[in-house]
T-cell receptor, first 117, second 114 residues
Framework: AQKITQTQPGMFVQEKEAVTLDCTYD???????LFWYKQPSSGEMIFLIY??????QNATEGRYSLNFQKARKSANLVISASQLGDSAMYFC??????????????FGQGTTLQVKP | NAGVTQTPKFRILKIGQSMTLQCAQD?????MYWYRQDPGMGLKLIYY???????DKGEVPNGYNVSRSTTEDFPLRLELAAPSQTSVYFC?????????????FGPGTRLTVT
């Protein structure tokens, strides 16, 4: 079964508008962490934001925020004021407590975001 | 700091050949990982290491081997290359002790097996 589901293969957004990229996860662990990474066309993986399962507040990093809804098991990425440079593939990932102290991540299949001028 | 470096950037192998993908990090991270990314897909864990001399299998280890003799280096060995191993390979590292366990990625190696 998929542990990380990203249901939007591709998204478009107008420059300067906000966009939400969806991510749902499946775990029975109480302690886990959720990550978002950006992969531009150049191919590198860039860490964007992290949310711990016990964090009471939604994580924010500049124009990125994570809309964490624990009961729904969702961890959507919100990008405010989109820029052309935000065009990339975005991956949601999870680290489960059951993986022990290994830091192993499970990745979703990704969402391709295109920002229109 | 160079971060995580990988060599080579590109490689074409013939079926049955072998090669080693090199990975090094200069951040004194104790954890290191190898992932593969097939076209249009997410990353899948091949092998990981929590310290020098300690390695373990990930989700897709078949056809690969690793070793970790130093904290800095984590090479991935492909034996008897097959077309199914055509992929982009990423090495990553992280530091145990940080709450996020954020992983830092190398630039990737694009491998084609024909």
């Amino acid at each position: 079964a998929q542990k990380i589901t990203q249901t939007q293969p591709g998204m478009f957004v107008q420059e300067k508008e906000a966009v939400t990229l969806d991510c749902t996860y499946d775990t029975s662990d109480q302690s886990y962490g959720l990550f978002w990474y950006k992969q531009p066309s150049s191919g590198e993986m860039i860490f964007l934001i992290y949310q711990g399962s016990y964090d009471e507040q939604n994580a924010t990093e500049g124009r990125y925020s994570l809309n964490f809804q624990k009961a729904r098991k969702s961890a959507n990425l919100v990008i405010s004021a989109s820029q052309l440079g935000d065009s990339a593939m975005y991956f949601c990932a999870m680290r489960e407590a059951r993986s022990g102290n290994t830091g192993k991540l499970i990745f979703g299949q990704g969402t391709t975001l295109q920002v229109k001028p | 700091n160079a971060g995580v470096t990988q060599t080579p950037k590109f490689r074409i192998l013939k079926i049955g050949q072998s090669m080693t993908l090199q990975c090094a990090q200069d951040m004194n991270h104790n954890y290191m990982y190898w992932y593969r990314q097939d076209p249009g897909m997410g990353l899948k864990l091949i092998y990981y290491s929590v310290g020098a001399g300690i390695t373990d299998k990930g989700e897709v280890p078949n056809g690969y081997n690793v070793s970790r003799s130093t904290t800095e280096d984590f090479p991935l060995r492909l034996e008897l290359a097959a077309p199914s191993q055509t992929s982009v390979y990423f090495c990553a590292s992280s530091y145990f002790g940080l709450a996020a366990y954020e992983q830092y990625f190398g630039p990737g190696t694009r491998l084609t097996v024909t």
